[in-house]
Structures are given as structure tokens and as C-alpha cells.
């Protein structure tokens, strides 16, 4: 009876409920809202187009750009200590970037003459050990040569 439903467990069973409680908003002032008129009213303008049309509105002032705030002066040793720290680390990680560098183009090198040298012993293994032909092939080719060099060929 108490198995989960689809509303996630039995209806008819009570469960606690959370009750959360408003918290009261700051009461509106007494006395009526009066709205409050602009110190004063800007005139309104027309002007005459070329064209005989005539636009009417308000003449807006020009919006005057806020001043600048001044800015304390940094004394030029200041600027000189932090650049020159900046110039330092700058330093050290292209160091740290160039000895990396120059350790995997040594571990490369290392390990492309470990491979030639492999390969050229495995060449060499081939020709040494291949059973293929006949033993001392180049012995008989020197015989050969020198049998033809003294004229004793038949």
C-alpha cells in the first residue's frame, strides 16, 4: 500500500508539509503620489526646411562628456622595476622552452641512429646468414678475376 506511484509515492498516505511564510513588504507613504513637474520646460523650436516643410521639437543641449578623472603619476622607477620583470620571465620560459627543445631534438636524434643502426645490422644479418646462392660468392668472384687477369681461362 505504501508502494511509490507515479506521484512518486502513495496518496493516501499524509506526508509533512513545508509551509514557507511571505515576508511583508515596506508599506507605500502616506498621502497621495503628487507627480513632480521639471524645474523648467524646454521651448519648443521650429525650423523651415529648404523644401518648405517644417520639423517642430525640443532644442536639446549638447551632451558634455563627463571630465576625466586625473590619474595619480607612477614614478618611472616603478615602471622600470615592472618591465623589467615582466622582461625577466619573459626570459626564463623562452630558456625553459629552448632547453626543452634542444632535449627532444637530442632523445630524436638518438633514437633515429639506434634505428639506422638496426636496420643496417639487420641488412647486414640478411646477407651474412641469407641461404640463398652459394657460399663465398665472393671468394669465387676474386678467383674468377684473378684466373681471367693471368690469361688461365679455358
Same mark, same amino acid.
Given at each position: 500500500?505504501?508502494?511509490?506511484? +507515479?506521484y512518486? =509515492?502513495? =496518496?493516501?498516505?499524509p506526508? #509533512?508539509?513545508?509551509?514557507?511564510?511571505?515576508? /511583508?513588504?515596506?508599506?507605500?507613504? +502616506?498621502? /497621495?503620489?503628487?507627480?513632480? !513637474?521639471?524645474?523648467?520646460?524646454?521651448a519648443? *523650436?521650429?525650423?523651415?526646411l /529648404?523644401?518648405?516643410r517644417v520639423?517642430?521639437g525640443? &532644442?536639446?543641449? @549638447?551632451? !558634455?562628456?563627463?571630465?576625466v578623472?586625473? %590619474? @595619480?603619476?607612477?614614478?618611472? #622607477? +616603478?615602471?622600470?622595476v615592472?618591465?623589467?620583470?615582466?622582461?625577466?620571465? #619573459?626570459v626564463?620560459?623562452? $630558456?625553459?622552452? $629552448?632547453?626543452?627543445?634542444?632535449t627532444?631534438? *637530442?632523445?630524436?636524434? *638518438?633514437?633515429?641512429?639506434?634505428?639506422a &643502426?638496426?636496420?643496417?645490422?639487420?641488412?647486414? &644479418?640478411? !646477407?651474412?646468414?641469407?641461404?640463398s646462392?652459394?657460399?663465398?660468392?665472393? *671468394?669465387?668472384?676474386? =678467383? %674468377? +678475376?684473378?684466373? %681471367? =687477369?693471368?690469361?688461365?681461362?679455358?
Amino acid at each position: 500500500m505504501n508502494e511509490p506511484t +507515479a506521484y512518486g =509515492r502513495d =496518496r493516501h498516505v499524509p506526508t #509533512a508539509v513545508e509551509v514557507h511564510v511571505p515576508t /511583508p513588504v515596506a508599506p507605500a507613504p +502616506a498621502g /497621495p503620489i503628487v507627480p513632480v !513637474q521639471p524645474g523648467s520646460i524646454p521651448a519648443v *523650436t521650429s525650423i523651415v526646411l /529648404p523644401d518648405g516643410r517644417v520639423v517642430t521639437g525640443y &532644442a536639446l543641449s @549638447p551632451m !558634455q562628456p563627463e571630465p576625466v578623472a586625473v %590619474k @595619480p603619476p607612477v614614478s618611472r #622607477a +616603478a615602471v622600470n622595476v615592472a618591465l623589467g620583470g615582466v622582461g625577466f620571465l #619573459a626570459v626564463c620560459g623562452g $630558456l625553459f622552452l $629552448l632547453t626543452a627543445f634542444i632535449t627532444a631534438l *637530442t632523445a630524436l636524434i *638518438t633514437q633515429l641512429v639506434i634505428l639506422a &643502426a638496426v636496420i643496417f645490422g639487420g641488412f647486414i &644479418a640478411v !646477407q651474412v646468414f641469407s641461404a640463398s646462392g652459394h657460399r663465398g660468392g665472393t *671468394t669465387v668472384h676474386i =678467383r %674468377k +678475376a684473378v684466373i %681471367k =687477369r693471368n690469361h688461365f681461362h679455358g
